[in-house]
Structures are given as C-alpha cells and as structure tokens.
C-alpha cells in the first residue's frame, strides 16, 4: 500500500501505532476473506524493492520469500551463486523474484553489491535468505528509509555482553563508530543483516563498495548520510576471519575522506616547536595549532 500525495499525516503516526494499524487490517482482511494470505500493509512515497542473499537452504529461503511477499515491494532480486537445483527452484518458484546466478562460490557481500546494482527503487531492503524474518520485523527498515533515514539498521548492540566478554569483532565495530564521531551506533554496523538503504545513500556511495560491509558503513558516515536504527532481529554471524581486513579498508576509506586524524584534533602536542610539522614531513604535513 503506497501513500498518496493527501496522506502525509499517515507519516505523524509513530512506528509502534503503523504496525499495531497494518495488523489489524491484515487480520480484517485474513477473517473477511477466509484466506491465510500473507499481508503486512505500509504506506510508503517511494517505491522498493529487497536483495535477498539465497544462502544454502531452500526451505529458508522460500520462508523469507513468502515474509518479502507479504510486503509492498516492487521486485525481489535474488542472487544465487554456486547453487544446488533445489535451491535454483526455490527462487524461480516465486513469481516477483528476479533471479541472477555467478556459476561460483559467491561471498553474501559481493552478492548484496550485484542485487543492488540490479534494482532502482527509492528504498532496498537486504535481507538474508537463509534467515526468515517475520514480515512486521522487515517492514520497519523500510518505514525508517521511507520516513528520511538512508541507513537503516539492524540492532544487534541491545544484545551485547560486558564489554570484554564481546570478542574481536565487535570491538573493532565499535571502535569504528567511535572514531567516525557516531559512539551512539555501539556495535551495529552494515554487515549485521537485514538492513535498508535509500536511494541517496546508494548513490552516494556506489553499490559496488556493499561487497565490503564495514567499507560501506564507513563511506555512510564520512559522508554525513542518515544512518539509524531500522528496527531489531536475529544478527547474522560476521565471519571473523575476514573482518579484520574488512575493517582495515574501512579505516583506509575513511582516512583517505577526511584525512589521518579524521575528527580529532590534537590538542596537546606544541607543533610550533618544530615548524607545525611532525617527524613524517613528507607524508602528513599539519598546520600549526
């Protein structure tokens, strides 16, 4: 359900109210009707569409599709790599789905990058075909992109443990947020699916650079764009092994934006003393403070 031009009061009601009004209608329509169909009504302006990553598991993935289904989207890409025929069925069984193949092992990033570059809609929702979530949990990413959010996000920090009982990977995410100026993110970052994004953040930041999560949720803070919190569900496991680099090239994209100190300013070194520079003259020239 799209909201037209005379609905923008639609966009006054809070969050909490929209779901609590779509599943009431939705329940309207399933007793009206006799029929179990799978509906989650949402007024959005713009029009969107989901990039599934189709995991391993058909069984999963015709679970996402018929939760995708019960929302207003406009397409559904679904990426497939090195797949298994059950899995080529259970995509091509859906009747919005578009289906694109790599014919090799695929990693989840660079299948995100390809989906995106797939679809043109004003709000992607990214979703993970190994993973159903509920209907009602996916439509709130998409409401927060529709309402002037670009990064909507997976809360996966309400569920942190003590901070030294969290592990290599969430601290580096962490220690991400706090050193692009965003310590109100805590742990959540890009790679935590699902997730939305808008328009403007895709174009901003190029579909391409989604092969690389933490790379992505950098260029989304470098360059000022509207990341949030989208809404809470089951985190999808970061492979550790491959997020140190990750990150590594987040700091690089970063540093590469808004230069070696990024924020911070250094307050306490007296650079007068050796002309305003430091010993790396050639490299990282700093002005006197």
């Known amino acids: 359900m799209k909201a037209q031009a005379g609905a923008a009061g639609i966009r006054a009601l809070d969050w909490p109210a929209w779901r609590s009004a779509g599943l009431a209608f939705a329940r309207g329509i399933r007793d009206g009707s006799g029929l179990a169909v799978a509906l989650m009504p949402l007024a959005l302006r713009g029009r969107a569409a989901a990039v599934v990553s189709a995991g391993s598991d058909p069984d999963a993935l015709r679970s996402t ?11 559904i890409v679904v990426v497939l790599g090195e797949a298994p025929e059950a899995l080529w069925f259970a995509a091509r069984q859906h009747p919005n789905a578009v289906v694109t193949h790599v014919p090799q092992t ?9 989906g995106a570059k797939l679809t043109g809609e004003d709000i992607v929702l990214f979703a993970d ?6 209907a009602v949990a996916l439509a709130s990413f998409l409401w927060r992109c529709d309402g002037g959010m670009d990064a909507a996000l997976n809360d996966c920090a309400s569920r942190d443990r003590l ?5 290599e990977v969430p601290w580096m995410k962490e220690f991400l947020n706090m050193s692009l100026g965003r310590p109100d ?7 935590a699916l699902p997730f939305a994004l808008s328009r403007t953040a895709l174009d901003a930041v190029g579909a391409s650079v989604l092969a690389v999560p933490p790379r992505a949720h950098a260029a989304l803070l470098v360059k000022g764009l509207k990341v949030g919190i989208g809404g809470r569900t089951p985190r999808t496991a970061t492979a550790e092994e491959l ?3 990750d990150h590594a090239e987040a ?10 100190r990024l924020h911070y ?10 002309g305003g520079v430091v010993h790396d003259t050639g490299i990282h020239p700093y002005p006197v403070l």
């Open 243 to 245: 997020a140190a680099g």
């Open 251 to 260: 700091w690089r994209e970063a540093i590469t934006a808004k230069g070696p």
């Open 129 to 134: 075909g190994s993973m159903p979530v509920p």
């Open 265 to 274: 300013q250094d307050k306490v070194r007296n650079r007068s003393v050796v």
């Open 65 to 75: 599709l018929e939760q995708l289904s019960a929302l207003p989207l406009e397409e």
């Open 185 to 191: 993110l805590k742990t959540n970052s890009l790679d």
């Open 163 to 167: 901070f030294h009982q969290r592990g």
């Open 106 to 114: 695929l990693d989840p990033g660079i299948g995100r990058a390809l």
